[in-house]
């Protein structure tokens, strides 16, 4: 796989520069998408809480002998859960 390209434009020339990431651009884009990646699963650790808590409340509801369609409108949507695979720099 060929490395990432950069592109900076000079606004006083006019002149754009094309060149490839250095290896240590390179570590910086690992590490950034390793942050976003653990920032993902700890934010998915905590909607996939927040929906347990969220059924629970919807079986009470329903075992008071409220209507789904009541349930619906007083307890909110569950939370998303976001995929973690993402495109790794190699």
């Known amino acids: 796989m060929s ?3 950069i ?7 006019g002149i754009t520069t094309e060149r490839e990431f250095t290896a ?8 950034m998408q390793q942050e ?8 998915n650790a ?18 008071m002998g409220l209507t789904q369609e009541e ?3 007083i307890v909110p949507a569950d939370e998303p859960i976001h995929p973690t695979e993402l495109a790794v720099a190699e």
Request: hydrophobic share 35%; net charge negative.
């Open 3 to 5: 490395n990432y390209m």
């Open 7 to 13: 592109s900076e434009h000079d606004c006083s020339t």
């Open 24 to 31: 240590e651009e390179m570590e910086q884009m690992k590490a």
């Open 36 to 43: 976003s990646k653990e920032q993902v699963e700890a934010e």
């Open 46 to 63: 905590q909607n996939v809480a927040a929906n347990a808590k969220l059924a629970t409340t919807r079986e009470k509801f329903l075992g």
């Open 71 to 73: 349930v619906d409108l």
